[in-house]
């Protein structure tokens, strides 16, 4: 790559992490490039249709461009979120060189990164890809019947473009809570195989869930507190935003007519098997629920707030079925999660732990001096991946690029 273009910082990804990073680095007097796989802001384009934001209009706090509309209570929708990136980016005026897939970086005395569109060489490279790169399915899931449709969450665009018939959805997180709630909507006979996943009310007293989160700290929680490296992989509180933010959890779908069941272990034939653990995971939820009502109790009685007043929430009732014909159904959705996916194109042995998580400290390999990450789910906070958390982490790793620069 002797003929290579050369430039300073390298920025894989144009998402909120990428372009804050960016702005943070020129701020330094550092200038960096921006590469997009696609156009600006592409994760949030590849949600459905009808995708909203789960927090807040007011939690976009992306550096030196908080929201500044008329609707912070609100939620945008999926194409406004694109379109807040797209101001960003003119705002903050870094290259983004958009349609650009970043194919293989190696490391030397500076980094290759071999691109869709050419070769650059870099002194430094942020990798701020995204939170979640590969969407996770379950071992069992090839048990299915070839001729069912099978697709992931980010295969999904709306109702009318799945087959007729009935729909099973693995995963009760935030996607697959939405997902199902949008198809029962249209008519759709569901099914959810439900996991474990904290919940909460939309709106607790006078404020949004999300400000009690904010406020009671909850969100500055550290990866060492946490009970075990694979608790980041754990779902993020259930609610929805859509059509201006409302309660969305198993107890809401069920009340909607929605059939939930334990977890999916798998099919038979034409015929799909469940675990007896629907009440298991409700539990789960629910003592997730319980700390964190104590939580923003504590947090109201030291301000002299009002009480938040949540309540124990009531008994959910049996298992759901065992065992579910699968012949009069449409398709499976796989919304169980999403899993690291940087060492699929990144060759560094040992840079990654167990899970897919970089190793790092501060967000720079500790494996691979002058290679950074950026909106990484818990990099060093809960909030780091959150547009109202972002910002933090890409001062600090801007501040660790510029520092390299310096050195070298």
Same mark, same amino acid.
């Given at each position: 790559?002797?003929?290579?273009?050369?430039?300073?910082?390298?920025?894989?990804?144009?998402?909120?992490?990428?372009?804050?990073? %960016?702005?943070?680095?020129?701020?330094?007097?550092?200038?960096?490039?921006?590469?997009?796989?696609?156009?600006?802001?592409?994760?949030?384009?590849?949600?459905?249709?009808?995708?909203?934001?789960?927090?807040?209009?007011?939690?976009?706090?992306?550096?030196?461009?908080?929201?500044?509309?008329?609707?912070?209570?609100?939620?945008?929708?999926?194409?406004?979120?694109?379109?807040?990136?797209?101001?960003?980016?003119?705002?903050?005026?870094?290259?983004?060189?958009?349609?650009?897939?970043?194919?293989?970086?190696?490391?030397?005395?500076? @980094?290759?990164?071999?691109?869709?569109?050419?070769?650059?060489?870099?002194?430094?490279?942020?990798?701020?890809?995204? %939170?979640?790169?590969?969407?996770?399915?379950? +071992?069992? %899931?090839?048990?299915?019947?070839?001729?069912?449709?099978?697709?992931?969450?980010?295969?999904?665009?709306?109702?009318?473009?799945?087959?007729?018939?009935?729909?099973?959805?693995?995963?009760?997180?935030?996607?697959?809570?939405?997902?199902?709630?949008?198809?029962?909507? +249209?008519?759709?006979?569901?099914?959810?195989?439900?996991?474990? +996943?904290?919940?909460?009310?939309?709106?607790?007293?006078?404020?949004?869930?999300?400000?009690?989160?904010?406020?009671?700290?909850?969100?500055?929680?550290?990866?060492?507190?946490?009970?075990?490296?694979?608790?980041?992989?754990?779902?993020?509180?259930?609610?929805?935003?859509?059509?201006?933010?409302?309660?969305?959890?198993?107890?809401?779908?069920?009340?909607?007519?929605?059939?939930?069941?334990?977890?999916?272990?798998?099919?038979?034939?034409?015929?799909?098997? @469940?675990?007896?653990?629907?009440?298991?995971?409700?539990?789960?939820?629910?003592?997730?629920?319980?700390?964190?009502?104590?939580?923003?109790?504590?947090?109201?009685?030291?301000?002299?707030?009002?009480?938040?007043?949540?309540?124990?929430?009531?008994?959910?009732?049996?298992?759901?079925?065992?065992?579910?014909?699968?012949?009069?159904?449409?398709?499976?959705?796989?919304?169980?999660?999403?899993?690291?996916?940087?060492?699929?194109?990144?060759?560094?042995?040992?840079? @990654?732990?167990?899970?897919?998580?970089?190793?790092?400290?501060?967000?720079?390999?500790?494996?691979?001096?002058?290679?950074?990450?950026?909106?990484?789910?818990?990099?060093?906070?809960?909030?780091?991946?959150?547009?109202?958390?972002?910002?933090?982490?890409?001062?600090?790793?801007?501040?660790?690029?510029?520092?390299?620069?310096?050195?070298?």
């Amino acid at each position: 790559m002797a003929s290579a273009e050369h430039v300073q910082v390298a920025v894989v990804g144009g998402g909120q992490a990428g372009l804050s990073v %960016a702005r943070e680095l020129t701020a330094l007097g550092v200038e960096p490039v921006v590469l997009e796989r696609g156009r600006i802001g592409q994760s949030w384009r590849g949600r459905w249709e009808s995708f909203s934001l789960v927090t807040p209009n007011w939690s976009l706090q992306l550096p030196g461009f908080p929201y500044d509309g008329s609707s912070p209570d609100g939620f945008l929708p999926r194409d406004e979120i694109a379109a807040y990136l797209e101001r960003y980016a003119a705002d903050i005026g870094v290259p983004v060189r958009e349609e650009t897939e970043v194919l293989a970086i190696d490391a030397g005395d500076d @980094f290759s990164v071999r691109t869709s569109t050419g070769d650059l060489r870099a002194d430094a490279v942020v990798i701020a890809s995204g %939170a979640y790169q590969r969407p996770y399915r379950p +071992a069992v %899931a090839g048990s299915l019947p070839g001729s069912l449709l099978q697709i992931d969450a980010e295969g999904y665009r709306s109702e009318a473009d799945l087959p007729a018939g009935r729909v099973l959805i693995v995963g009760s997180g935030q996607t697959g809570c939405q997902i199902a709630e949008e198809l029962h909507e +249209a008519g759709r006979d569901v099914v959810v195989a439900c996991g474990k +996943a904290p919940w909460l009310p939309r709106r607790i007293g006078d404020h949004d869930l999300v400000w009690w989160l904010v406020e009671s700290r909850f969100l500055e929680q550290s990866v060492d507190a946490l009970p075990s490296p694979s608790a980041r992989l754990r779902s993020n509180v259930l609610s929805s935003g859509r059509g201006g933010g409302h309660d969305l959890h198993l107890r809401t779908l069920r009340d909607l007519g929605v059939t939930l069941t334990g977890h999916f272990l798998g099919a038979e034939g034409h015929e799909a098997r @469940f675990a007896a653990d629907l009440r298991e995971s409700v539990a789960w939820g629910d003592a997730a629920y319980q700390e964190l009502a104590d939580l923003f109790g504590r947090v109201a009685q030291e301000r002299g707030l009002a009480e938040p007043g949540l309540e124990q929430p009531p008994a959910i009732g049996g298992e759901g079925p065992e065992r579910v014909d699968l012949r009069d159904f449409g398709a499976v959705v796989f919304t169980s999660g999403y899993r690291p996916d940087y060492g699929s194109w990144l060759s560094w042995p040992g840079a @990654f732990d167990d899970l897919g998580f970089p190793i790092h400290q501060d967000g720079e390999s500790t494996v691979v001096p002058g290679i950074f990450f950026a909106g990484v789910h818990f990099l060093r906070k809960r909030k780091s991946s959150l547009l109202l958390g972002v910002g933090e982490d890409a001062a600090i790793v801007a501040r660790g690029v510029a520092s390299r620069l310096v050195s070298l």
